[in-house]
């Protein structure tokens, strides 16, 4: 029992450190965002927010296949197995929702662009 709370330990601590920012934000968006003046700023801005968006994609699939090994291999889990899969759902959700709403500020920005041209 104890070799299974150690692992459950460890699983948890992979979620929280792959969930933790490592590297801190290259540029001050706030600061950013107000000093936007000219296309190429909004152009920026927008190129930006799909890398953040295309991160943000990327992670969810990693929790989707993790999600996947999870459901298939519920058994060895136990009564854990189903915290771990509605966790693991609602990560993958989160990252979704803020995949898209960094989709949506880079479409706003191109829109910008475009009427400032």
Known sequence: ???????LVLIVLGLLTSCAHMHPHPMDMTQAIQNAKTAADHEALARHYEGVAKDLQSKAQEYKKMLEKYEINAPYYGRRAQDLQEHTGALIRLYEQAAKANMDMADSHRKMAVEIK
């Open 1 to 7: 029992m104890k070799i299974w709370t150690n692992f």
